[in-house]
Structure formats: C-alpha cells, structure tokens
C-alpha cells in the first residue's frame, strides 16, 4: 500500500505563484507513475500533470503546459507541482494520484484515471481575480 498526503493549497492572486507538495510513504518501490489531477466545483475531473517514479517521462495537460512544473524527490518520496502565472480558472481542489503500472501518458485517458491506484484527499488551490 501506498499513501499520499498533498500540502501546499492555499489562496493567491492571479499572476501568482504556489508549490503543490505529494507526500508518498509506504511500498513507493512499488509505483511506476505519480501525478496531479484537480476538480473544480460542479466540474470534472481534468488531468494536470505526471511523471515517472524512477525515469524521466513527464506528461502535461495543454491547459497548463509552459506554466506548471512537476518534479520528484525521490529521497524525500515526494512530488512537486511548481505553479506560475495562475489563473482563476485554475481555481480547484489538487490530487495527487499514483499507479504501479500505468506510465504518465495514461493519466490523460479518462478510463485510466478511474483505474489508478492510490490517491490523496487534495489540497484547495483558490486563485482571485
């Protein structure tokens, strides 16, 4: 098993900037792909970002490519989403999801999101005009 605790949510002005943190603790041997979701209210589900647990392969939603950065820490189990140039419409609650089999490229099939192994509770990321 595997937990994930994201940190990091908070409220900031558009233009602005916030760190997202995931937490893994548990058998994190285990995963092959660790990435970020978000749902705003009365929205879906929308994929932001993953990558590789242990190579180098990223996937970005178009919606935020150029302005957030995922990265790892493997030392420290941990997944960073780096967020510039926010926007309201980035207004959400952030999850933190990872699998032991799935690679970041399928974390944009809805089909395969719902099929993902492990998932955190969220972070609220509140961006004002």
């Known amino acids: 098993q595997v937990q994930l605790v994201e940190s990091g949510g908070g409220l900031v002005q558009a233009g602005g900037s916030l760190r997202l943190s995931c937490a893994a603790s548990?058998?994190?041997?285990?995963?092959?792909?660790i990435g970020w979701f978000r749902q705003a209210p009365v929205q879906e589900r929308e994929f932001v970002a993953a990558i590789g647990w242990s190579d180098t392969a990223i996937n970005y939603a178009d919606s935020v490519l150029g302005r957030f950065t995922i990265s790892r820490d493997n030392a420290r189990n941990t997944v960073y989403l780096q967020m510039n140039s926010l926007k309201p419409e980035d207004t959400a609650v952030y999850y933190c999801?990872?699998?032991?089999?799935?690679?970041?490229?399928?974390?944009?099939?809805?089909?395969?999101?719902?099929?993902?192994?492990?998932w955190g509770k969220g972070t609220l990321v509140n961006v004002s005009a």
């Open positions: 999801a990872a699998d032991r089999s799935a690679g970041p490229t399928l974390y944009q099939s809805k089909s395969s999101q719902d099929r993902l192994d492990y």
């Open positions: 548990g058998h994190t041997f285990s995963l092959r792909s």
